[in-house]
């Protein structure tokens, strides 16, 4: 059988499907992780799983993290959101503007039944007890940080030098990919959804399993 692709007006929505079928993991909510590296193709991602969702709520841990606490945000994290979640309320937490280098106003993130947590370190050890799935953008970091550093341009130079290095020792330390229900591959037309590590398979999968590399899309 060939390998499932997802795309806005196909399978995507067999996926948002299968999400809302699964059992809820954080309270009523079913909080779903989209991690990998940095300009891997996640927050566009998550955006269009969320459009197939019916609008579901989307945190971006850019809004989480800071110049101080690239990473040293888990804590502050549960506090703030996993925590009222869990308890079936919505969460208000204080997004970071990094031009300002400030916490902006609080803003709402409603215990919806799906909730998508996107962003690097979305599927660190200390979230995944309360992921319903994790996936994992499947982009070589090399490739992905070169896509960042075209996006965000000249003028973020040195923030990616200190950024590559931080997320190096990151994932070193507390990896996600191991851990992925699924990784997520994009193609010239939508995505290319593979079983990750941790997936089981089973007859009611739609995407199927593979033996070595995922090809070319």
């Not at 806005?8 to 954080?26: D, K, Q, V």
């Not at 280098?101 to 215990?111: I, K, S, T, V, Y």
């Not at 050890?125 to 075209?150: K, S």
């Not at 030098?161 to 990784?183: I, K, Q, Y």
Request: charged residues 25%; glycine residues 10%; negative net charge.
């Amino acid at each position: 059988m060939p390998t499932s692709h997802l795309t806005p007006g196909n399978l995507i929505h067999e996926l948002a499907s299968r999400l809302r079928r699964l059992p809820p993991s954080c309270g009523p909510v079913r909080l779903i992780g989209v991690d990998g590296h940095a300009g891997s193709g996640k927050t566009t991602f998550a955006g269009e799983l969320a459009a197939a969702l019916g609008g579901a709520p989307v945190l971006h841990l850019d809004d989480i993290a800071t110049h101080e606490e690239l990473f040293d945000w888990t804590l502050r994290l549960l506090r703030e959101v996993i925590e009222p979640l869990g308890r079936g309320e919505a969460a208000r937490y204080h997004p970071y503007d990094w031009t300002a280098r400030e916490f902006g106003p609080a803003r709402e993130l409603p215990a919806a039944p799906v909730v998508l947590l996107e962003g690097v370190g979305a599927g660190r050890r200390l979230l995944r007890p309360w992921l319903a799935l994790l996936l994992w953008m499947e982009l070589p970091h090399e490739e992905a940080w070169a896509r960042g550093r075209r996006r965000d341009g000249e003028a973020q130079s040195d923030f990616w030098a200190g950024w590559v290095h931080a997320e190096r020792r990151h994932f070193a330390e507390d990896p996600t990919r191991p851990f992925a229900d699924h990784v997520v591959r994009q193609c010239p037309e939508g995505y290319e959804v593979l079983p990750g590590p941790v997936e089981t398979s089973g007859p009611d999968q739609f995407i199927t399993h593979r033996d070595g590399p995922p090809a070319v899309c």
